[in-house]
T-cell receptor, first 112, second 115 residues
Framework: GEDVEQSLFLSVREGDSSVINCTYT??????LYWYKQEPGAGLQLLTY?????DMKQDQRLTVLLNKKDKHLSLRIADTQTGDSAIYFC????????????FGKGTKLSVKP | DVKVTQSSRYLVKRTGEKVFLECVQD?????MFWYRQDPGLGLRLIYF???????EKGDIPEGYSVSREKKERFSLILESASTNQTSMYLC??????????????FGSGTQLSVL
């Protein structure tokens, strides 16, 4: 079945870049997403990329997609303590009617 | 501002109790979802609904049921709570067709402890 894999923890120093990686299994995925969950809160859509794109940049965020390897990454430039959160990779498939498949989440810790 | 509201932030129940988790959205969304979130397991879909009175099983429906009598409200029911249902429960909603990608709006979650 469909599966989304990502490492569980990442620790970086403030000001460094963070790279969170994700692999997915379903090649029919139309969109891939990054959701962010801050402590004590629900998830919020951070960014997304259409499956025919290789890269998307949005201010400090860069999303890279390698369709051949089914690999998605999220790069956060100049990481701040406010970026500490759990980041979830997710995919949606054609005809899924809104049902996303989420990874287990990567907990990003930013040290001052 | 769009909102998905879950009725309780923290809930403590005893084994065997019937538990209702309520979720209300004010965005007139057709789709609503219930997930549970456990450390190391991420989000797992319990049930979802595409419209009033419609429901579909997710990946882990056992021990749960749902009710969608009104468009804005989606209830998760634990018929007889068990300790392995201790978890964070997240409700979400979305409107299909407004954009090509899926944007889920999440509530803040209900941390349920079953003793």
């Amino acid at each position: 079945g469909e599966d989304v894999e990502q490492s569980l923890f990442l620790s970086v120093r403030e000001g460094d870049s963070s790279v969170i990686n994700c692999t997915y299994t379903d090649s029919s995925s139309t969109y891939l997403y990054w959701y962010k969950q801050e402590p004590g809160a629900g998830l919020q859509l951070l960014t997304y990329i259409f499956s025919n794109m290789d890269m998307k940049q949005d201010q400090r965020l860069t999303v890279l997609l390698n369709k051949k390897d089914k690999h998605l990454s999220l790069r956060i430039a100049d990481t701040q303590t406010g970026d500490s959160a759990i980041y979830f990779c997710a995919e949606s498939m054609r005809g899924s009617q809104g049902n996303l498949i989420f990874g287990k989440g990567t907990k990003l810790s930013v040290k001052p | 501002d769009v909102k998905v509201t879950q009725s309780s932030r923290y809930l403590v129940k005893r084994t065997g109790e019937k538990v209702f988790l309520e979720c209300v959205q004010d965005m007139d969304h057709e789709n609503m979802f219930w997930y549970r979130q456990d450390p190391g397991l991420g989000l797992r879909l319990i049930y979802f609904s595409y419209d009033v009175k419609m429901k579909e099983k997710g990946d882990i429906p056992e021990g749960y049921s749902v009710s969608r009598e009104k468009k804005e409200r989606f209830s998760l029911i634990l018929e007889s709570a068990s300790t392995n249902q201790t978890s964070m429960y997240l409700c979400a909603s979305s409107r299909p067709g407004t954009q090509p990608y899926e944007k889920l709006f999440f509530g803040s979650g209900t941390q349920l402890s079953v003793l």
